[in-house]
C-alpha cells in the first residue's frame, strides 16, 4: 500500500518530558572527538538523541553535564558504563534549533532537570521499569502521566 502523504509535519511541542534512557554509547565523531550518544524515549512523542562531547580543554563543562545525568536519571556519580541503568528515566527540556543542513526546526535536549525537581513523576518507576524489562512497555502512546509546566529550575547548558 503506497503511503498516503499529507504534508503535514509536527514537531515535538518545547518543555519538560519524562524520558527513558534506552542505549548510551561511546562513539568518535569524523573530525576525531570523542562522544557519549544517548537515546532517549520521550513520553508519548518518540525517540530523541543527546550527545555529550568530550571536550577536555574544558573538562568542568563535560563533568558538569554527566552530573545533569546522574542526577536527573538517578544514576551514581562516575558511572561511564551505562549499560544496568537502560530503562531508568530522567526529565530533560526539550526546546527547538534550525538545522541548517535540512533548513528546517528540529526538536533537542537543551538540558537535564534533577529528580528532585519534579518528585511526582517518579512515583511510578518500579511499575514502568519492570514492564521495560519484560518488553511490555509501550511509549509510543500517551501514558496517564501528570501533566506539569515548562520551568527554568534546570541549568540550562550550551551545546559543546
Same mark, same amino acid.
Given at each position: +500500500?503506497?503511503?498516503?502523504?499529507?504534508?503535514?509535519?509536527? *514537531? +515535538?511541542?518545547?518543555? @519538560? %518530558? =519524562?524520558?527513558?534512557?534506552?542505549?548510551?554509547? @561511546?562513539?568518535?565523531?569524523?573530525?576525531?572527538?570523542?562522544?557519549?550518544?544517548? =537515546?532517549?524515549?520521550? /513520553?508519548?512523542?518518540?525517540?530523541?538523541?543527546? &550527545?555529550? !562531547?568530550?571536550?577536555?580543554?574544558?573538562?568542568?563543562?563535560? !563533568?558538569?553535564?554527566?552530573?545533569? #545525568? %546522574?542526577?536527573?536519571?538517578?544514576?551514581?556519580? $562516575?558511572?561511564?558504563?551505562?549499560?544496568? %541503568? &537502560?530503562?531508568? /528515566? $530522567?526529565?530533560?527540556? *526539550? =526546546?527547538? &534549533?534550525?538545522?541548517?543542513?535540512?533548513? +528546517?526546526?528540529?526538536? %533537542?535536549?537543551?538540558?537535564? #532537570?534533577?529528580?528532585?525537581?519534579?518528585?511526582?513523576? /517518579?512515583?511510578?518507576?518500579? =511499575? /514502568?521499569?519492570?514492564?521495560? @524489562?519484560?518488553?511490555?512497555?509501550?511509549?509510543?502512546?500517551?501514558?496517564?502521566?501528570?501533566?506539569?509546566?515548562?520551568?527554568?529550575? $534546570?541549568?540550562?547548558?550550551? +551545546?559543546?
Amino acid at each position: +500500500m503506497p503511503w498516503d502523504y499529507d504534508g503535514t509535519d509536527t *514537531i +515535538m511541542p518545547e518543555g @519538560e %518530558y =519524562k524520558v527513558r534512557l534506552d542505549d548510551a554509547v @561511546e562513539k568518535q565523531s569524523k573530525a576525531g572527538g570523542e562522544y557519549m550518544e544517548f =537515546k532517549l524515549t520521550v /513520553f508519548g512523542k518518540g525517540v530523541i538523541y543527546y &550527545r555529550l !562531547n568530550h571536550d577536555y580543554k574544558n573538562k568542568d563543562n563535560t !563533568n558538569r553535564r554527566y552530573k545533569a #545525568i %546522574y542526577t536527573s536519571f538517578d544514576i551514581p556519580e $562516575g558511572v561511564t558504563d551505562f549499560y544496568e %541503568y &537502560r530503562g531508568t /528515566f $530522567g526529565v530533560c527540556m *526539550i =526546546k527547538h &534549533r534550525m538545522n541548517d543542513y535540512y533548513g +528546517m526546526m528540529e526538536p %533537542y535536549v537543551c538540558y537535564f #532537570i534533577p529528580r528532585d525537581k519534579r518528585p511526582e513523576l /517518579f512515583k511510578d518507576d518500579e =511499575k /514502568f521499569k519492570s514492564a521495560y @524489562e519484560e518488553g511490555t512497555l509501550d511509549l509510543r502512546e500517551d501514558t496517564d502521566m501528570p501533566d506539569f509546566d515548562a520551568a527554568d529550575d $534546570g541549568v540550562e547548558m550550551p +551545546m559543546a
